[in-house]
């Protein structure tokens, strides 16, 4: 969905959404495309990825907020459409922060021997849960899924995550009724997201024994252009390849992280072998964030 094709559903246009968010385009799901649909799509993309079989993975933690089924669990969906035989499978609903969030618990679990590989998937349908009449949240919003596989190591993969939350200020961002729609207040998440997460993300890097200058890459919750880049500069990141899949996908909650992240991995603007910056943020408002090495 271009931003000339919203222009046609709501009072906008195109000039006036990049200069807002620097959004482009976003994608947007099928009618009967549900959240566990495109979550096993990208589950059986990173197993073929990492040369796995469904039947290898025993744990699957799966990451949304927008999902239409309460039970059974989402990551149990997921579970039976790719055919994994008898997983730990566990739901996260930390709005954009999900997938730092759910490959955090994989990491965890896989560390202390409850498990040995997991499949960690982000999806969210906002398209189902917004008011296509409010400019002020349609235009930001895609659809999308994104997973990774966490397996055990000798070599560190993953560093110690930094999560929290700010729970007074934690209805900025919120689906509730009697709308049970997106709303957030934006300003407020503006001035939290480029105050306190450049604090944040600079003690990732202290938990991980690195600096912002020793990153290859850095991928942000894929909000919008005004907090990512104000984010990254503050950072210091001075060498790393900043993710805006923005522009492209819209913010697409938690699967915005592994979305961006995977897109610059397949377009080889990574090195092999480099510390990756993880950090996603939102709804709660919760924050989780981590480095990965990069495949």
């Known amino acids: 969905m271009t931003n000339e094709d919203l222009a046609a559903l709501v ?12 959004i482009r385009t976003r994608h947007i799901a099928e009618p009967d495309e549900t959240v566990a649909d495109m979550a096993a799509r990208a589950g059986a993309k ?33 579970s039976a459409l ?5 997983p730990a499978a566990i739901d996260v609903n930390t709005f954009c922060s999900g997938f730092c969030h759910a490959l955090a618990i994989a990491d965890h679990a896989i560390s202390a021997g409850s498990a040995s590989r997991a499949l960690v998937v982000a999806a969210d349908k906002f398209s189902a849960v917004v008011d296509w009449t409010d400019r002020n949240t349609c235009v930001l919003v895609g659809d999308g899924a994104g997973a990774a596989v966490v397996t055990a190591s000798d070599a560190p993969g993953i560093s110690p995550v930094v999560w929290g939350s700010d729970p007074k200020a ?22 939290w997201a480029t105050t306190a997460l450049p604090v944040i993300a600079r003690t990732i890097c202290e938990r991980a024994g690195l600096t912002p200058a020793d990153l290859a890459g850095v991928v942000l919750h894929q909000a919008n252009l005004r907090i990512i880049e104000p984010l990254a500069e503050r950072l210091g990141a001075v060498n790393a390849v900043i993710a805006r899949d923005v522009v492209e996908s819209g913010n697409t909650s938690a699967a915005s992280v592994p979305l961006a992240f995977s897109k610059l991995v397949e377009r080889g603007e990574l090195p092999e072998g480099g510390p990756v910056l993880l950090l996603g943020f939102g709804g709660g408002l919760s924050y989780a964030g981590q480095i990965v090495t990069c495949p």
């Open 11 to 22: 009072d906008t246009t195109d000039e006036w959404i990049v200069r807002r968010v620097g």
């Open 46 to 78: 990173a197993l073929a990825a990492a040369g796995l079989d469904a039947a290898d993975i025993d744990l699957v933690v799966l990451a949304t907020t927008t999902a239409a089924e309460r039970s059974p669990s989402n990551a149990a969906r997921v």
């Open 82 to 86: 790719l055919d994994v035989p008898a």
């Open 170 to 191: 934690g209805r900025a961002v919120r689906l509730e009724p009697p709308t049970n729609l997106f709303e957030q207040d934006g300003q407020t998440v503006f001035r």
